[in-house]
């Protein structure tokens, strides 16, 4: 193996590393691991940007900025205090409800912009009910997860898989990928009562204060409102349209992103920009560069050499390595920079002579998408649930999730693969 071709492979592997250590933000590790790949002329610059996904950016941007002005109304507070009076206040009825509004959330807005809207609704009911948010909060994680699944914009990878593999629409995520999360979460649901009712029982007295809240005090801003839920309408219906207008994702987020701040005005739009989560956008920007590396000096094409001569090209054994691989790896690495390596590695395979790619696609979402819930540091929704639960005075224990989420991370990976091999694979 050439020189250039080590030092890329060191770089990526000590990048990793600290990005899994978590001493350091992972923004500032992956953005010097990409400079280093630049500097050290592994890579040219020219060819590091040519590297970069804009499309993966600018639907992330354009959602960050359409949710963010959403917010500012009051909606996500008002959904949640309807589920929970439909409930009649009792804590398992609004675990399950809440469990499945960020689910939903999840599958038409990014994972962690959704996490970030339910959790300070769910510790407002739980002080009322008086018990652990804890439970609630594990369910959400899961659900966010396999939500984010469903569709092109519901979970990094995804989004990262779509503006790679242009044939991959946002009808065809949610054709391939919805059916088989609608059946996880159907089944996840009695599990979670299993697992947790005996930790959620409250008084009848307190049930009586969540049926006396007013939804429609949480509701700060009508007008804005209206123009929110009018824009984000629009901007979905792009995502469903987009293959027949010629558009990429990005353009849709961002024409809705910037049709939302034409209408709201400045003073939102220097708002909207402070709530864009500029370290997650940079983190992927490092990514690309970083993976750049592995590319250009031709680390991923032996990978996938290796890979095909493992399962000697058939289409079940590969597709089932790369499921349960990007499952099991997801689970104990952040998802986002393990599928930007998988990317790649997949194209290659299509240039080594494995003719139908699509089983192998859906195969490294899932297996990304879901995995990510087998630990608390297997995706980036995860980490911010934690640690917002931890300020509030709950701590998340990492041995204490693993021994709930993981088993049940491996139910649906067992089912995702029973789907994937009647689905595609017959």
């Known amino acids: 193996m050439e020189q250039q071709a080590i030092l890329a492979i060191g770089i990526f592997l000590v990048t990793y590393g600290l990005i899994v250590a978590e001493k350091i933000h992972r923004t500032i590790v992956a953005m010097l691991g990409g400079v280093l790949m630049v500097v050290l002329g592994i890579v040219d610059q020219e060819s590091a940007l040519h590297h970069i996904d804009f499309n993966t950016l600018g639907l992330l941007i354009g959602m960050m900025i359409i949710v963010s002005v959403t917010a500012e109304t009051g909606l996500f507070k008002y959904i949640a205090v309807i589920s929970a009076k439909k409930a009649k206040g009792d804590p398992v009825r609004i675990m399950l409800a809440l469990a499945l509004i960020t689910a939903a959330g999840s599958a038409f807005l990014d994972n962690v912009t959704t996490v970030l809207l339910m959790v300070p609704v769910t510790f407002s009911i739980t002080r009322q009910l008086r018990v652990t948010p804890v439970p609630f909060l594990i369910t959400q994680i899961l659900a966010c997860n396999i939500g984010g699944t469903a569709t092109l914009i519901g979970d990094p990878p995804n989004i990262m898989i779509g503006s790679a593999v242009k044939e991959l629409t946002f009808m065809a995520f949610i054709n391939n990928l919805a059916p ?152 104990f690495l952040d998802n986002i920079p393990f599928v930007a390596t998988m990317i790649p590695m997949i194209q290659e395979m299509g240039n080594m002579g494995v003719a139908n790619l699509e089983p192998l696609w859906w195969s490294l979402a899932l297996g990304a998408c879901l995995g990510g819930n087998g630990t608390l540091i297997g995706a980036s929704a995860n980490l911010i649930v934690a640690g917002l639960s931890a300020k509030e005075g709950y701590p998340i224990k990492f041995i204490a999730y693993m021994k709930i989420a993981f088993p049940l991370m491996l139910l649906s990976i067992v089912m995702s693969s029973v789907y994937i091999y009647m689905r595609y694979l017959i």
Request: charged share 15%; aromatic share 10%.
């Open 180 to 331: 088989i999360a609608a059946i996880i979460l159907a089944v996840y649901l009695p599990l979670f009562v299993w697992l947790f009712r005996k930790q959620i029982r409250t008084s009848d007295e307190l049930k009586q204060t969540i049926m006396e809240l007013d939804e429609k005090e949480v509701i700060a801003d009508r007008k804005l409102l209206i123009k929110s839920l009018s824009v984000m309408g629009l901007t979905i219906v792009g995502f469903f349209l987009h293959q027949a207008l010629h558009l990429e994702s990005a353009t849709v987020a961002l024409a809705g992103a910037f049709l939302l701040l034409l209408l709201t005005g400045e003073h939102a739009m220097e708002v909207a920009f402070t709530k864009v989560e500029w370290t997650t956008i940079f983190f992927f920007v490092g990514l690309f560069v970083l993976v750049s590396g592995l590319v250009e000096t031709g680390v991923i094409s032996r990978l996938a050499e290796q890979s095909i001569e493992l399962t000697g090209g058939e289409l079940v054994a590969t597709s089932m390595l790369i499921l349960w691989l990007s499952a099991i790896a997801s689970a």
